[in-house]
């Protein structure tokens, strides 16, 4: 981000700030009923609040202290467990539902947009009172005190929060359904763009690290892929090819939010956590819902030609004539997982002929998990958290840029060849799997498990393009 710019307009601007205006509503005298609650859990859920708002493995659920690294410094995510004096007990739901559709706090200053609220703004009155129901009575209180930022001044200075907030936020509208419509499509659309905030890091940002957009309207940006985010890039989710979910039916994506895992494709990297935490919960009605929308978006990229799968290569292998060095590799370390065709075992060790993730410029995931290795989330549907071990130890950056370079354009994908140098970059942010990354961590619903560093949600590194 530039900050003297940042700073620039922030001092112009703020001169001209306003005082907003809030209607309040006044909280709820009695206790709400157990299925608002048990609603607002369900949308918790959605939200993923759980992901950012406890510090990994060890701190208490709500309780904050989650550190992501931006630009400018470490933020740490807060206490919202309704503690009164740590927390946010003595918000009413006016202060709430302020915060969650416009980032200014109680206390009157915006929040980094480390916390997804543009998206969030989109919640319907209904589910932000039953939000606000579940963080107030099915949440057990915890006094862990929240940490300031490690951001040195001026910087830590928040009145830019505002400019930005003026500049890239939405003017917050709460949503209604449509009179007309495909009800399960606009559903879909209602999860994916509101409560799943899935375009955070889907999405790519602008310069002042804004979302590109927000919803699907007049453009072909949203969802279209969002670089890098700890060492793994993030794929498009449109109906496109090139990386994209051209291939995928909306049967197999909803199995894919549901268990991490389907004939296509394992999850890695920071949408593990997603699966884990969040999609795992959801209903089935409302994963074909996100599925649907999701296949209803247009390509970005309508000139990119589909995956035409070549079978001459698997048949080569296997029959022992092998051509280069990538090639030895992958017959010696990777074959008997995934097969001398690419096409791996359904669900268990993924399909790498056509696989999404081998199919664009960008080979930073498919690097990274040749150095880190991953583990599939185990789900409470699909408990097994298959392991790729790591190749960091065992192969050199070049060794590694060669059988890439094998994967990402043989059986007929369409990825870019590999270099060494683009190897040595990745293995800096390289976290190999640990064994402890176990079927129990994940099981246990417990967050922050993967990576096992504090997430950095919206950093971008430097993309390989
Ligand atoms: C991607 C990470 C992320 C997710 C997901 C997230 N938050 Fe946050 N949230 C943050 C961070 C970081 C802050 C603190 C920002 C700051 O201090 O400027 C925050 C701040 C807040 C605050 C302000 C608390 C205070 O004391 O000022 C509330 C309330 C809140 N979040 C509620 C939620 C709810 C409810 C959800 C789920 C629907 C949620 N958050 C999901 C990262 C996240
Ligand atoms: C915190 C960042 C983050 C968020 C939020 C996120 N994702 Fe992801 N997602 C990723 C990353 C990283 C990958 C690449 C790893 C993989 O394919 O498993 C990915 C991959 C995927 C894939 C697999 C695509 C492919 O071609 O292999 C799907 C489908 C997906 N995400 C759907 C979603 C949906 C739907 C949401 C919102 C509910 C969402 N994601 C939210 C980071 C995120
Ligand atoms: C023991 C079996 C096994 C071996 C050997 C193995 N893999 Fe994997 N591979 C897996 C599993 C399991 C996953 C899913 C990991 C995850 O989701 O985090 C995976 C995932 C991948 C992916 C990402 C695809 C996706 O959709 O998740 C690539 C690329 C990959 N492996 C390449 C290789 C290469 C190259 C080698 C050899 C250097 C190799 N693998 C060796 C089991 C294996």
Redesign the pocket.
């Known amino acids: 981000m530039n900050n003297t710019f940042t700073h620039t307009v922030g001092a112009l601007l703020l001169a001209l700030a306003s005082s907003a205006a809030w209607s309040a509503t006044p909280a709820a005298a009695t206790t709400p009923n157990a299925q608002l609650i048990r609603q607002g859990e369900y949308?918790?859920r959605?939200?993923?609040?759980?992901?950012?708002?406890t510090a990994g493995t060890k701190g208490k659920p709500f309780a904050?202290g989650?550190g992501?690294e931006t630009p400018i410094g470490k933020?740490?995510?807060?206490?919202?467990t309704p503690d009164k004096k740590a927390?946010?007990g003595d918000?009413s739901f006016a202060d709430?539902d302020k915060?969650?559709r416009t980032?200014v706090?109680?206390?009157g200053?915006?929040?980094?947009p480390?916390?997804?609220?543009p998206s969030?703004s989109r919640l319907s009155e209904a589910d932000m009172q039953a939000?606000y129901a579940y963080?107030m009575h099915g949440v057990k209180a915890d006094p862990t005190p929240?940490k300031a930022?490690d951001i040195p001044w001026p910087l830590s200075m928040?009145f830019p929060?505002t400019i930005w907030r003026w500049a890239f936020a939405p003017t917050p509208q709460p949503y209604k359904v449509p009179a007309t419509g495909d009800a399960q499509l606009l559903r879909g659309a209602y999860l994916v763009q509101g409560?799943g905030?899935c375009g955070?890091c889907h999405t790519a940002r602008g310069v002042g690290m804004q979302e590109k957009s927000l919803t699907d309207a007049g453009n072909t940006t949203f969802l279209a892929g969002g670089g890098v985010i700890d060492g793994w890039s993030v794929p498009s989710l449109r109906n496109e090819h090139g990386g994209g979910l051209a291939r995928w039916s909306a049967a197999e994506i909803a199995e894919f939010l549901k268990t991490g895992r389907n004939s296509h494709t394992a999850s890695f990297g920071a949408m593990n956590d997603v699966v884990a935490h969040s999609m795992q919960h959801m209903t089935d009605g409302d994963l074909a819902a996100m599925a649907k929308y999701l296949k209803s978006l247009p390509p970005s990229n309508p000139a990119t030609p589909a995956f035409v799968a070549d079978d001459k290569l698997g048949k080569q292998l296997f029959s022992g004539i092998v051509n280069s060095t990538g090639a030895q590799l992958y017959l010696d370390r990777c074959a008997g997982c995934h097969r001398s065709d690419g096409k791996g075992y359904d669900k268990a060790f993924p399909a790498l002929a056509g696989n999404a993730v081998l199919q664009t410029n960008d080979p930073t995931s498919a690097i990274n998990i040749v150095l880190s290795g991953g583990a599939v989330p185990a789900t409470r549907t699909a408990p097994s958290a298959l392991t790729m071990a790591p190749y960091a130890d065992i192969f050199n950056d070049e060794q590694t840029a060669q059988v890439v370079t094998f994967i990402q354009t043989s059986w007929g994908n369409r990825g870019t060849p590999v270099t060494a140098a683009q190897v040595a970059k990745v293995r800096k942010l390289s976290v190999p799997v640990e064994a402890s990354q176990t079927e129990a961590t994940f099981a246990a619903g417990r967050p922050g498990t993967f990576p096992p560093v504090a997430?950095k949600?919206?950093l971008k590194d430097a993309p390989l393009k």
């Not at 959605?46 to 708002?53: M, P, S, V």
């Not at 933020?75 to 919202?80: E, G």
């Not at 480390?114 to 609220?117: E, G, I, L, Q, R």
């Open positions: 949308l918790a959605a939200g993923d609040c759980i992901a950012c708002h904050g989650l992501m933020v740490y995510s807060t206490n919202i927390g946010i918000w709430f915060l969650m980032g706090t109680k206390h200053y915006t929040v980094y480390a916390m997804p609220y969030y939000l963080f929240n930022a928040r929060l409560l905030h955070a997430r949600p919206h």
